[in-house]
């Protein structure tokens, strides 16, 4: 055993079936939470990921499209749900609809605000958005309902970076504007001289996805490409012949500023009065991003004062905008309505895209862009399943062992492995931890996607130390051990020497066992439910316990006796199929040796 080191991660949790038929109505089913667990990157390849967990449905699942999605898309979400395409829902409609549907599409046109999520009353699983932007979607009010929400990030790259350069070029000739001239009888040739863009220094402001597709074809205009990204590598930029700049130097360099980054916190509005006036003058802008990025009454103002010659926008604040917008109306600026993702090919490809998500979330399969879940590839969580299930059972147990009144605020989640921390991503056990601590002391309804804030909700600490084993990484780990710290227990055998209640459980081929209860050595598989007892070690103690139960045909599955020396007091653990009646546990109880004894639920 060499080092030990602590740390938390975020984490979700879901609530298992009631029975082997998992229902659709008022929670994610436990292959539905473990989704939320996605692959990054893993493209269409998702939808042969391993399953975790096959369950049975009782009917299909519905699905409301609530803006037009392309046709490949909608085929095959009914090759699988009830599909309910439903376009241009007032807010009250949406409401009215969401709480008769599993799962909802989107594009930007709709709004799906935290009165959608309270109106689903549980029933709405996922929000998937055909698109990139999730600024439309309240992640937060989805994460506090258990709701998975995934978008199509990918398929719309080509077309939104296209319209951006579609946008510069058509910008920089004035093509709408004497498209307009033209067609109104007038022409016009020395109104619509324009400017070259060989040359010209292009700031590139989110070097993401679509910044980068832009940065290149800008690159093959002959234009000089500068960005700013505060999260994108160096050399991925240098890799395309970009230099990454800081913000202030990228708006004040450029002669055109294309925005490509998210409307977050921290972008809204990112260009405002202050920053215009860093601008050279006569700079020219291109948003095919989001409208909040950019104040738009100051941009309005920077035209009128000339810093700004001329802006070509796709997207505004508010869609639409007002028809006397003087930002619309302004003839320095060329406007689209919100056409970045809107070419044939990228509405198949996100329609696709999203569908597969979709579907994949309410299957069970792992999502491969989930927004507000942890990202863990499907083969770490394929090593990870039997501890997944340990990590769970632990959490339920040590629980139960609380005395009533003792709050639970404070949980140490030990991991002790041969792997270095870096190889062992524990956010899933964590989590599953975090659904069998939660679960049986509450009732509300928890899932991977919003354990981390019922958890946080309920002011409950969860920390997680690392023990680096000596020996073969083969093995992701030996054992995890779960303390909750400061209560009292209703078996005081569970506390170990330094006052918290333990348990260690440890997976022996292939399924979890329970291997330590407090500073007793015990060995039982965690499979139906478990009866601890302290008691004074002497012979014939098991036999006696094993007749009560064999009377009323409880199965013993396992028992086993940690002690600390011979005749000494020993911790029997007594693993049992079916539940004990009342009667049978009062006399357990009974017997004198038995000081004092539980039965805990898993
Ligand atoms: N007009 C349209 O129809 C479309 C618009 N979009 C929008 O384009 C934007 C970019 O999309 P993708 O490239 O696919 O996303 P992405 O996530 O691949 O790239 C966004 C980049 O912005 C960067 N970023 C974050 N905060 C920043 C900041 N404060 N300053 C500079 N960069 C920052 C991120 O590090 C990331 O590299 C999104 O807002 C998206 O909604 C995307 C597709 C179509
Ligand atoms: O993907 C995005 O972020 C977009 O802005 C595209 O929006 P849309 O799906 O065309 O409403």
Redesign the pocket.
């Known amino acids: 055993m060499a080092a030990a080191s602590a740390s938390s991660t975020s984490l979700f949790i879901s609530k298992p079936s009631p029975s082997s038929k998992l229902s659709w109505k008022n929670q994610l089913p436990l292959p539905s939470a473990l989704a939320a667990i996605s692959l990054r990157g893993c493209g269409s390849n998702h939808r042969h990921s391993p399953r975790l967990v096959v369950f049975a449905m009782d009917a299909k699942p519905t699905v409301l499209v609530a803006e037009k999605l392309g046709e490949a898309g909608i085929n095959l979400l009914k090759d699988f749900a009830n599909v309910d395409c439903s376009y241009n829902l007032s807010p009250e409609e949406l409401c009215t609809k969401i709480s008769l549907c599993d799962a909802l599409i989107v594009r930007?046109g709709t709004k799906v605000t935290r009165e959608v999520f309270e109106s689903s009353d549980g029933r709405l699983k996922v929000v998937g958005r055909a698109?990139?932007?999730?600024?439309n979607v309240d992640l937060a009010a989805a994460t506090e309902h258990g709701c998975l929400v995934v978008n199509a990030?990918?398929a719309?790259?080509v077309?939104?970076?296209e319209?951006?350069i579609a946008l510069l070029t058509a910008m920089a000739r004035n093509v709408a504007q004497a498209d307009a001239s033209i067609k109104a009888g007038k022409w016009q040739r020395n109104k619509y001289v324009g400017v070259s863009l060989v040359g010209k220094t292009l700031a590139v402001?989110?070097?993401?996805?679509?910044?980068?597709?832009v940065a290149r074809r800008a690159k093959g205009l002959g234009m000089h490409v500068i960005?700013?990204?505060?999260?994108?590598a160096a050399d991925r930029a240098r890799a395309v012949g970009v230099d990454l700049v800081s913000?202030d130097e990228a708006i004040a360099t450029a002669d055109f500023i294309s925005?490509?980054?998210?409307?977050?916190p921290?972008?809204s509005k990112?260009l405002n009065d202050e920053n215009f006036a860093k601008m050279k003058k006569g700079v020219r802008i291109v948003?095919?991003?989001?409208g909040g990025?950019i104040d738009e009454d100051a941009l309005v103002k920077a035209l009128d004062a000339g810093i700004v010659a001329q802006a070509a926008l796709?997207?505004f604040t508010e869609e639409p905008p007002s028809k006397d917008s003087k930002l619309v109306q302004h003839e320095n600026v060329t406007v689209t309505p919100?056409?970045?993702?809107?070419t044939m090919e990228?509405q198949e490809g996100v329609a696709i895209e999203i569908a597969e998500a979709v579907v994949g979330a309410l299957k069970g399969e792992l999502a491969a862009t989930a927004v507000n879940a942890p990202m863990v590839p499907a083969e770490v969580l394929t090593e990870l399943k039997p501890f997944v299930v340990l990590a769970e059972k632990l959490g339920r147990l040590a629980v139960q062992l609380v005395a009533g009144g003792s709050g639970v605020k404070n949980v140490k989640v030990t991991y002790a492995s041969s792997r270095a921390p870096d190889d062992l991503d524990t956010r899933v056990l964590r989590a599953m931890i975090t659904k069998g601590l939660i679960e049986p002391i509450s009732d509300v309804f928890v899932n991977l996607v919003n354990a981390d804030f019922t958890a946080k909700q309920r002011g409950l600490r969860i920390t997680e130390e690392r023990i680096l084993l000596d020996g073969s990484p083969e093995n992701p780990l030996e054992f995890i051990q779960v303390q909750i710290a400061n209560v009292e227990s209703k078996f005081a055998s569970a506390i170990s020497e330094s006052g918290e209640i333990k348990m260690e459980g440890r997976v022996k081929d292939g399924i979890p066992h329970l291997t330590k209860v407090g500073s007793f050595e015990v060995d039982v598989s965690l499979e139906g439910s478990i009866i601890l007892c302290r008691q004074v070690d002497q012979p014939g103690l098991i036999g006696k316990v094993g007749s009560i139960l064999g009377e009323e045909n409880v199965n013993v599955s396992f028992m086993s006796v940690g002690r600390v020396a011979p005749r000494k007091h020993a911790v029997m653990a007594i693993g049992v199929d079916e539940q004990p009646s009342k009667e049978s546990l009062k006399r357990i109880g009974e017997i004198s040796a038995i000081e004092e004894f539980v039965y805990l639920k898993l």
């Open positions: 930007s698109g990139v932007g999730i600024d990030p990918t719309n790259t077309a939104a970076a319209h951006g402001m989110g070097f993401g996805k679509v910044g980068s597709e960005a700013h990204d505060p999260y994108a913000f925005l490509h980054m998210p409307l977050t921290a972008t990112i948003n095919v991003a989001r990025v796709d997207v919100h056409l970045g993702a809107s990228a």
